[in-house]
Every structure is written in structure tokens, then in C-alpha cells.
């Protein structure tokens, strides 16, 4: 079975500063991963995926992260963050080549930035 | 403009009520997903479905059931509602793929949040 670990359920920080938020997964198999952030009262949306290829992915607004299979993470990265990051941050998997498409949620985490 | 939609986005109604959320996808997408997400936790998923007339529970049990007659349009129905259904509820739509760059990404709703008194 699939799951995902996200270490820190909140991550404060100051505007400008740099922010990495964890994600760690565990399967049997290989897998597609994602990001998403969700906005107050909002939905969710697509930051970044890995789905093959280069191990570094780059996303929607200036953030990034690196899938590192041999330590089965995939940590969420930006240099310098603004007031308007502030939101909750999913990671996720699903299992590569499913049938299912159905995403493993991990718990989020709260990037709080401060002024 | 394709999106995915969800109505009512507020909803407060009293215990043994039947209720339908609604939610609909202009993107012709196959997939679709109903999730719940509770005040600082996870996203569970508790229906989906791949096409006309397949639907599947997902991994909560859920009291709730859906239909699926459109392609477009997937509601969530609550017979009789209860203070544990409050919640957030997210409805999400995917194309199946057969590799590339779509592959598995799920487009979201902006979410009903239901209370139940």
C-alpha cells in the first residue's frame, strides 16, 4: 500500500526567507508525484508533478522540487517567499500506471510566512 | 472556459435533511473524484468514478452515495444528514491517459463546506 508522510504539519517563516517543506512516500511501486497548495476557501491546485525524466521539476510560481527515489522523498523548495504563499501544501502519490488515478493524500502542511 | 464547478459552496442545514452537492466539469474528462477534508487534515477519498454509470466507493466509508448519468456531471447526495458529515467536501476530475503529461493530474473544485446542526 501507498502512503505519504508530511513531517511538519506547519512551517513558519519570514518573508524573503527561503522554505522547504518535506514529503516522503512509501511504495512497492513506481510512482507519479505531486504537489498541490490550497488557498482559503479554496480548492486545490496544481503546483508541480514528477512523472519521469529529470528529477528536479519546477512548478508554478517560482517553486520546485527534487524526487530523490533512494530516499523516497520529494521536498517542496522555494528560494524566497512572499506573504502570498501563505497556504496549505499537499503532497501526494499515485501509483504509475494504475488504473485508478487515485491520489494518496499526505496530511498538508501550513506554510505560514510573516512579515 | 473549462473548469470544474461545485454548488452550493456554503451550506448549513439541520439534522435529517437530504441534501446534493453538486458538481459539474467542462473539461470532458472521464474520471471523476469526491473527497472530504476535515479542519486541518488529510483529503480522504470516498467515491469516484471512471465513466457513465461506474461509480466506486473509495478509502473512507462514507454514508453518502453518487450518481453518474453525464459524463459531466457527478453529485453527492446525503439522505439524512448528521453532525458528522460536517465537513469539507471536494469534487476533482481527471482525464484517464494513456501516458503523458496529463496522466493522473486531478483538476479541483474550489470545495462545498457543509455544516449540519
Known amino acids: 500500500a501507498q502512503s505519504v508522510t508530511q513531517l511538519d504539519s506547519q512551517v513558519p517563516v519570514f518573508e524573503e526567507a527561503p522554505v522547504e517543506l518535506r514529503c516522503n512516500y512509501s511504495?512497492?511501486?513506481?510512482?507519479?508525484l505531486f504537489w498541490y497548495v490550497q488557498y482559503p476557501n479554496q480548492g486545490l491546485q496544481l503546483l508541480l508533478k514528477?512523472?519521469?525524466?529529470?528529477?528536479l521539476v519546477k512548478g508554478i510560481n517560482g517553486f520546485e522540487a527534487e524526487f530523490n527515489k533512494s530516499q523516497t522523498s520529494f521536498h517542496l523548495r522555494k528560494p524566497s517567499v512572499h506573504i502570498s504563499d501563505t497556504a496549505e501544501y499537499f503532497c501526494?502519490?499515485?501509483?504509475?500506471?494504475?488504473?485508478?488515478?487515485?491520489?494518496?493524500f499526505g496530511t498538508g502542511t501550513l506554510l505560514a510566512v510573516q512579515p | 472556459e473549462a473548469d470544474i464547478y461545485q454548488t452550493p459552496r456554503y451550506l448549513v442545514i439541520g439534522t435529517g435533511k437530504k441534501i446534493t452537492l453538486e458538481c459539474s466539469q467542462t473539461?470532458?474528462?472521464?474520471?471523476m473524484y469526491w473527497y472530504q477534508q476535515d479542519p486541518g487534515m488529510e483529503l480522504h477519498l470516498i467515491h469516484y468514478s471512471y465513466g457513465v454509470n461506474s461509480t466506486e466507493k473509495g478509502d473512507l466509508s462514507s454514508e453518502s452515495t453518487v450518481s453518474r448519468i453525464r459524463t459531466e456531471h457527478f453529485p453527492l447526495t446525503l439522505e439524512s444528514a448528521r453532525p458528522s458529515h460536517t465537513s469539507q467536501y471536494l469534487c476533482?476530475?481527471?482525464?484517464?491517459?494513456?501516458?503523458?503529461?496529463?496522466?493522473?493530474?486531478?483538476?479541483f473544485g474550489p470545495g462545498t463546506r457543509l455544516t449540519v446542526l
Open positions: 501526494a502519490v499515485s501509483d504509475y500506471g494504475g488504473a485508478t488515478n487515485k491520489l494518496i
Open positions: 514528477y512523472l519521469s525524466g529529470s528529477t
Open positions: 473539461m470532458g474528462h472521464d474520471k
Open positions: 476533482a476530475s481527471s482525464d484517464s491517459g494513456t501516458g503523458g503529461s496529463s496522466y493522473n493530474e486531478q483538476f
Open positions: 511504495s512497492s511501486v513506481s510512482v507519479y
